[in-house]
């Protein structure tokens, strides 16, 4: 009767989970084919090292992700603690500060679009580096902040009354307590911005793709087991970051 009830579960994941597994297989398929195996091989990872198109691609995104996260990571953490510190009663504040991580991509990208061409700015990689960096400010804030409902505020009340001032209180109290947060809001903005496709289409600039639009560009033309590598690669990557980020959020509620 047990397992009865757990098929639909089964059922489920295995509709979720197939594709991303017979992907997964291909991109080690021999033959040209995507759809017909006809052998292991390693041989599209090598191809697929060797395309400067997608280095330069994954060149770009890196240098976007890494740029965002580390702007979101200090922006939405001062953003948490001032929200903690000043706005506890409100509603409004708090909920304007998650409001880009709860709208559509799409309509986030057409804003900020819009914003670009109302101030005529061009469009390279700072813009949609800037454009990753509002996106993922969101993530690091909501995260930071469930962090700061763990932490005790007579840490900082005993630091103060002990004669420590506003900066030496939150560089040696604050931040280490708000570490664990930090760090998992910073691995799931990075995770959120190498394979963030619809903000990065409207607010890149013709010379300046990043990866997961140069995939696109190139699954226009049918998908090949090179394509199957490139998204095991960024498959692998992202659970890794995510999985690492769910332990360190863990370890946040934990202490």
């Known amino acids: 009767m047990r397992r009865a009830t757990l098929l ?7 509709f979720l989970y197939t594709p991303v597994v017979v992907l997964v297989a291909m991109s080690f398929n021999r033959s040209d084919s995507p759809y017909e195996w006809s052998g292991f ?7 697929l ?14 240098i976007v992700a890494a740029g965002a996260t580390a702007l979101s990571t200090v922006l939405g953490t001062l953003l948490a603690v001032g929200l903690a510190r000043h706005a506890s009663r409100s509603r409004l504040l708090p909920a304007l500060s998650v409001l880009p991580a709860v709208l559509p ?5 057409i804003g900020l679009l819009a914003f670009y061409s109302l101030v005529s700015a061009t469009l390279g990689l700072h813009s949609v580096l800037l454009a990753h960096t509002v996106f993922g400010l969101a993530f690091v804030t909501a995260v930071v902040r469930t962090r700061i409902a763990h932490v005790d505020p007579c840490l900082e009340e005993a630091s103060r009354d002990l004669g420590a001032g506003e900066v030496s209180t939150f560089l040696r109290i604050t931040l ?9 809001g910073a691995l799931l903005t990075f995770t959120l911005s190498l394979d963030e ?4 289409f409207f607010t890149a600039g013709p010379k300046d793709p990043t990866l997961p ?3 696109y560009s190139m699954i226009r033309f049918g998908v090949t087991p090179e394509i199957n590598a490139l998204a095991t690669l960024l498959l692998a990557v992202s659970f890794t970051v995510v999985i690492a980020a ?10």
Do not use: C, H, K, M
């Open 8 to 14: 639909p579960l089964w059922v489920t994941y295995a």
């Open 41 to 47: 091989s390693t041989a599209w990872y090598g191809t």
């Open 49 to 62: 090292a060797a395309d400067d198109e997608v280095l330069r691609g994954l060149t770009n995104t890196l």
């Open 105 to 109: 991509d799409l309509v986030l990208a």
């Open 176 to 184: 280490p307590t708000l570490a664990p947060g930090i760090v998992a």
């Open 197 to 200: 496709f619809v903000i990065a």
């Open 213 to 215: 639009i140069v995939v």
């Open 246 to 255: 769910q332990r360190i959020s863990r370890l946040t509620e934990a202490l």
